[in-house]
T-cell receptor
Framework: NAGVTQTPKFQVLKTGQSMTLQCAQDMNHNSMYWYRQDPGMGLRLIYYSASEGTTDKGEVPNGYNVSRLNKREFSLRLESAAPSQTSVYFC????????????FGEGSWLTVV | DQQVKQNSPSLSVQEGRISILNCDYTNSMFDYFLWYKKYPAEGPTFLISISSIKDKNEDGRFTVFLNKSAKHLSLHIVPSQPGDSAVYFCAATRDAGKSTFGDGTTLTVKP
């Protein structure tokens, strides 16, 4: 029972490089999310997708883009990485029709040097 | 303006005693509240929730209390166990929409 799977788990980037974080869920959920967590801070929403084909900005969208490729997959792209984007990134999904519980992936540790 | 606040960054309790984690919110439109637990190097996992039409929900050692008039909820863990040591996040939602999270409280349960 995989749940939410995100890759890569660890990545080091140089300033200005680009990369894509991949996420897939096997729970047939409509909603998917990308959060970042910085030390001493909570989970801040970067982007979310309420359903396949739709995406919306969250609290901290600057410097990121997303793609809801299909119902299962939701990717997060950093076009030109900056040290301020060093963080732990969590992908998550939920099914609003079945309640408000969010299911998280295990996290991706990104360092930008 | 932070809509969900956990004012205690950390809490330390002795094994077997009660742990009380607190959460305050400002948006009276929130209608569902959840607690998540996070171990290091793992994603958060759902722990317990409560609807705004209730004032208490219990699941084993975990009880969540909601005081709507004070816009306050709390998570009680009785008895606390060393395995409960983790970061606890409070979250609130409205109309089954996206969740707003607090900054978390790190609970340490000492043997």
């Amino acid at each position: 029972n995989a749940g939410v799977t995100q890759t890569p788990k660890f990545q080091v980037l140089k300033t200005g490089q680009s990369m894509t974080l991949q996420c897939a869920q096997d729970m047939n959920h409509n909603s998917m999310y990308w959060y970042r967590q910085d030390p001493g801070m909570g989970l801040r929403l970067i982007y979310y997708s309420a359903s396949e084909g739709t995406t919306d900005k969250g609290e901290v969208p600057n410097g990121y883009n997303v793609s809801r490729l299909n119902k299962r997959e939701f990717s997060l792209r950093l076009e030109s990485a900056a040290p301020s984007q060093t963080s732990v990134y969590f992908c998550a999904s939920s099914e609003p029709a079945s309640g408000n519980t969010i299911y998280f992936g295990e996290g991706s540790w990104l360092t930008v040097v | 303006d932070q809509q969900v606040k956990q004012n205690s960054p950390s809490l330390s309790v002795q094994e077997g005693r009660i742990s009380i984690l607190n959460c305050d919110y400002t948006n009276s439109m929130f209608d569902y509240f959840l607690w998540y637990k996070k171990y290091p190097a793992e994603g958060p996992t759902f722990l317990i929730s409560i609807s705004s039409i209730k004032d208490k929900n219990e699941d084993g050692r975990f009880t969540v209390f909601l005081n709507k008039s004070a816009k306050h909820l709390s998570l009680h863990i009785v008895p606390s166990q060393p395995g409960d040591s983790a970061v606890y996040f409070c979250a609130a939602t409205r109309d089954a929409g996206k969740s707003t999270f607090g900054d978390g409280t790190t609970l340490t349960v000492k043997p």
